[in-house]
């Protein structure tokens, strides 16, 4: 008959560590130094800077919100489209068939070149205007008044 074989744990009960090494060596994560980012300061300090260099510390500059100029934007197809509304708020004047526009009393930095233009627009106080607005503005006979840089 083939004798049984005794586990190694059995052997090892009633001694102190039972071959983990310390008393705390199999219990959580007490043989790897903690979970997680455990020790990152400490005794993973080598690690962290190896996985991630910059993990520690302040990089770079983030500008305050109220300094950062956000531009407004809008196309010359909406400005076409409300021209008629403009006239009537009195925002703008119409002078025969042309549409005189303030877009700076309107609040718009920059004009930009989508939608289509029906009308003939004279505009003003324009801050920047993109290549193909200025073209599609001018093509139909309307013109622009561009500060002198």
Known sequence: MQK????????????RAA????????????????????????????????????????WGFKRPQKVIAHPTAVNVGDIDEAADRLVARELATLTGKRYNIDVSKLGID????SGK????????????????AREK???????IDLPEK
Do not use: C
């Open 19 to 58: 071959g983990y090494g310390f008393s705390a060596g199999h219990r959580a994560s007490g043989q790897r130094g903690g979970k997680g980012m455990a020790g990152s300061k400490k005794h993973h300090y080598i690690k962290i800077m190896q996985e991630n260099p910059r993990y520690f510390g302040k």
């Open 110 to 113: 920059r004009i930009l070149g």
């Open 4 to 15: 049984r074989k005794s586990k190694k744990i059995n052997k090892l009960r009633g001694r």
């Open 117 to 132: 233009v029906t009308r003939k627009l004279n505009l003003t106080g324009v801050k920047a205007i993109t290549p193909r």
């Open 137 to 143: 503005v001018t093509s139909i006979g309307g013109t």
